[in-house]
């Protein structure tokens, strides 16, 4: 996400429905660090993964770890979020992962751990299936905010002002019953209308 100033961020906190456990499979190979630090789940599947390898002829291990070290290659790839097409074979590869693979009980997989590029492999992404998230997920609140500076050199993050914000959800209509007064002072709400075109 490399939203510009002006444009509208919606924050949403979701709460679990039921306890249950998701199986996850990670994307995990080729993560080194660029400042020598540790990403824990990482390494917790490196050591797994070496462990699995005894269980496999050295040829055989060599032809899955390619295509592991393939996989890990594609999500950890820098793209421009404007051409679709540098997605292809993560998208691939996480159709497969998601549909078409099972574990050892035959379970199906529910989601796909890996990590963030934008931290550059310090913190994780997890890709849950849409039904999955549907019957584990509920909607508990909203905020909206409106982006008002970029990162720089000095500010590693983006500046956001308040809007509004809701925990009245109708589930029924699919509605978001946003609160009627801004955080903001009017002054503030019309220079953002007006500047950005924006609409409430």
């Not at 824990?40 to 269980?55: G, P, V």
């Not at 983006?158 to 002072?185: A, T």
Request: hydrophobic letters at 40%; one cysteine or more; a neutral charge.
């Amino acid at each position: 996400m490399k939203p510009d100033i002006g444009d509208l961020i919606c924050i949403s906190t979701w709460k679990l429905k039921k306890d249950d456990n998701l199986i996850y499979s990670p994307i995990f190979k080729r993560w080194e660090l660029e400042d020598g630090s540790v990403n824990l789940n990482m390494r917790l599947f490196e050591t797994q993964y070496k462990n699995l390898s005894k269980h496999y002829p050295k040829n055989v291990f060599r032809q899955i770890d390619l295509k592991n070290e393939f996989a890990a290659d594609e999500f950890k790839k820098k793209v421009d979020r404007n051409i679709p097409d540098n997605y292809i074979f993560s998208a691939f590869f996480a159709n497969e992962i998601l549909y078409n693979f099972w574990t050892d009980e035959g379970q199906a997989i529910d989601a796909i751990l890996y990590p963030s590029v934008a931290s550059k492999g310090a913190f994780d992404n997890i890709a849950i299936k849409p039904s999955v998230f549907d019957n584990l997920y509920e909607l508990h609140s909203v905020k909206e905010s409106i982006v008002v500076s970029r990162p720089t050199v000095r500010y590693k993050g983006y500046g956001l002002d308040g809007l509004s914000e809701s925990d009245s959800i109708d589930f029924k209509v699919g509605k978001v019953n946003w609160k009627s007064n801004f955080f903001q002072p009017t002054e503030k709400m019309d220079f953002f209308i007006k500047n950005y075109s924006l609409k409430f």
